[in-house]
């Protein structure tokens, strides 16, 4: 993972083969069949496209497959997804997953138009309506039909910038209160600047291949226990209840399953909280909680660290950092680290399953992935 | 397919739609496990992103994983290997796998900025060059280094102008000649109107599944007897030898190598001639022809519906269209229709054994398909 800042002034490839350098030479692999990219707003910011081949390029590994996977903001989880489906084809068998985000040296109304592409233009972002918005009409939902105060809520922001503390590459290392958020500048009511992730650019990358591959290069690998995707609607309009996440729901179902395990069984937990409302939504959404009950486990101290339910340990979209496209990825490679006991001061004392939930657009598309430790 | 216009008027999802729901009612599935979307331009033209949940909802089937695949102007094809890839990995059953592409209502700069994100932005876009620019160094060299005339080039989009009268779905139906394409307007010497494909909106979709299932919905399936991808640098100027596309010859020897078969088993043929120079190579870089002499094949009428290499059937980029990332599927629907003897007007007597080319970028990424007529 590069580290995640604003005005990096880094190059979409300068950021990548940061990245991908980095985890080929973790991972020892000399050879790599092909190559993920997963990204969303480049032909947008930067007006390019092409991934796949520009990155190839810039690693002298010209001449492999490559695919550039776009799912909005889940992008980064989708490509690992699209990879896991390649490695299982059998037409590969070392792949390079990769995916980057440069978002910064834009104006804001730039950057904001350009998030907007994961609703649908010509019926919802032609409104003027932002993602801030659209979430700030689910946290208002959510508050009036559950009796949640923004207080509660706002312990979920609190939770990531005091686990970003330990993470060297964290965006935002500064330690905030609940005072904090609440007394932050409003960007869209309830939604305060502190409820909201921040603007930024980085790139993660990771290395997959067969069990019996990966032995031969590391001995603690860890294993894909499950990889899935659902969609939901475009738009939030086309929803019944705006308080829960289907996609989300239908993802982490299937995970489960295919993994063979439940919720329980989560030693490390990675959620898509690009707004507050949305890491308390997905503990509900993924089975840690009654609907309307999230923020109980905040409140009780399961999420920090050295509680029942780790979450968000290297500091979440909102502390860590939400480069969009690359965030799933940096999701996936925190959790491989936590579960190979190379987390650093981040680290969850023997952490042996985890599970990373990515969320595209106003919850249309949603990445889940259950990682374990086998060592 | 949708017909291929200019000045369409349609939106993105009203073009895939109508392809896709084709693709579902001829293929006669109910169910849809997954749904890969092909796509270049979507983020820089329409500003809009997140085409999988766009589709899946207009489509009434979110739920669904759903995948964007990017990969210059040979998205389609690319999205229709990840979708082989996805089969194989026995995730999924029933796949729909469209592309699209809305070009026209934008001013020429615009659309040729739009183009150029398939190549570097940084190092070559930025210097102005346009793609008909780099494909014209190309003619130049190829016609200094094999002596061959501007002519004789000609014959390609001869060829295909004369095939697409007989494609009711074609752009550019309208006989023309060599002396035609010689005296049309210049637009980077030595490339005249008439060598380059148009500006067009279409969509195309197909329906995959593994063999036991899509025979219980079709006595005609097509079998994807090979599906690769290559790539190679994304920019010109890193190349040795610009008169061969390396992605081509190796995605092909791979194809050839999965499927079986040799370039003489090939009964018809769908190359990537979005200019006529680049039809004249496929020819050569799929082993046709010897390097230097792919034109004559056409001149010797091989090339023709009645010939020995029946090329670009229904009209080819040049004539039938080029929505660009939706015209590597086209390519493979029309090789389904000519396999399942449904190619109308456009039929070859007896097809058994399709080829289709699809070239992202300045030949930096390739994908290729070898179908089979199983009946």
Sequence with gaps: MTPITAGSGRSLTDLFV???????????????????????????LQNQEHLGALMA???????????????????????????????????EEIVLVGAVEKMSGYTTPEVTAGLMMA???????????????????????????????????????????????????AQFRKKIKIQDVLQSPLVADPLRLLDCSGIGDGAAAIVLAPKNVAKKFTDSPVEVAA?????????????????????????????????GVKPKDIDVLEVHDAFSILGVMALEDLGFAQKGSGTQLLGDGECSRDGRLPTNTFGGLKARGHPVGAS???????????????????????????????????????????LRGIN
């Design 119 to 169: 609703e649908d233009r010509l019926k919802v972002a032609s409104t003027g309506v932002t993602f801030v918005g659209l979430n700030a009409m689910i946290a208002r939902e959510y508050m009036h039909r559950y009796r949640v105060t923004h207080e509660s809520i706002a312990q979920f922001p609190v939770l990531c910038h005091r686990n970003a503390l330990d993470n060297p590459k």
């Design 328 to 370: 799933g990825l940096y999701q996936v490679a925190e959790l491989a680290m936590q579960l190979k006991n190379e987390a650093g001061k981040c680290q969850v004392p023997g952490a042996r399953v985890g599970l990373a939930q990515s969320v595209g657009g106003i919850g249309s598309t949603v990445a889940i992935h259950i």
């Design 57 to 91: 390029t810039a690693l002298g590994r010209e001449g492999v497959p490559t695919y550039k996977v776009e799912g909005a903001c889940a992008s980064g989880g989708v490509a690992v997804n699209a990879a896991v489906k390649a490695l299982l084809s059998g037409f």
């Design 18 to 44: 940061e990245a991908a350098k980095q985890a080929l030479d973790d991972s020892g692999a000399h050879r790599v069949d092909s190559i993920y990219v997963g990204n969303m707003m480049s032909g947008f």
């Design 227 to 259: 990889s899935t995707v659902a969609s939901d609607t475009i738009s939030l309009y086309q929803r019944p209840n705006i308080t829960t996440f289907e996609a989300s729901r239908q993802a982490a179902d299937r995970a489960y399953k295919l993994a």
